[in-house]
């Protein structure tokens, strides 16, 4: 579908929002199309990671504004952006944004719920709902955790627009770079990615997302269990081999150092 194009190589999956014409507007074929791309990969074992990124000067504009007001129409979505969002989470392949363009409502919801997303930093960011006369309901599900109670109510009801250097002190998302070194910055989290073992990238996500959700004692006992397990695993000891001899492991293909 021509909204996202998808294209596979060196193990990554590249999704790249491309409806420029509706600014990457969160509409049913970027949906669908994003959708399509996390399936693919979390499908293949030979995807080590995905990678969204973006045409044009918006990465993603939010709500699709002429569907919602009722002035246009759209095909059917797959799924709704709220369950877009759980699958990016729950998805075990790695997914990281090139974000090169300006990020706005339900567009930084998407930043903010990839596991790694690198920004040029002179794009811009925004929750500009209340302007809208609308809430960033949905997407505070995957912000608020990453935010100061303080910093998001005043992001939240100011609705202004802030550089990207300042979504990544808010937590938003990891770092924003020069223009000239955004593809630098992504590559080598790519590599690194390559490295890491197919099962435990999946399991490390889970970590990180649902410890913190239990009690301590539910949570040293899951992780008891699942440490216990994964040491015992074929991966685990293809790749503790391959470092006693100085080797990378049999799952890297092209990784860092």
Known sequence: MGEVRIETSEGILT???ADVENRNALGAHILNGLHEAITRANDDDGIRAVMITNEGSTFCAGANLKVQSGAGRDEPAKLSFDELLRQIRQSPTPIVGKIRGHVVGGGVGL???LDISIAREDVKFGFTEVRLGVVPAII???CLPKMRRGEALEAFLRGNR?????AAELGLINRAVADD??????DGVLDDLRLGGPQALGLAKRL??????MDEKEAFAWTTELSQRLFRSEEAAAGMKA?????KPPWAAGGGD
């Open 15 to 17: 999704a790249t929002l």
């Open 162 to 166: 802030f550089p990207a250097t300042r």
């Open 243 to 247: 470092f006693l001899k100085r080797e």
């Open 111 to 113: 930043a903010a719920a």
């Open 181 to 186: 070194a955004l593809d630098a910055a992504v």
């Open 208 to 213: 990180v997302y649902e410890v913190p959700a």
């Open 140 to 142: 505070s599900v995957v």
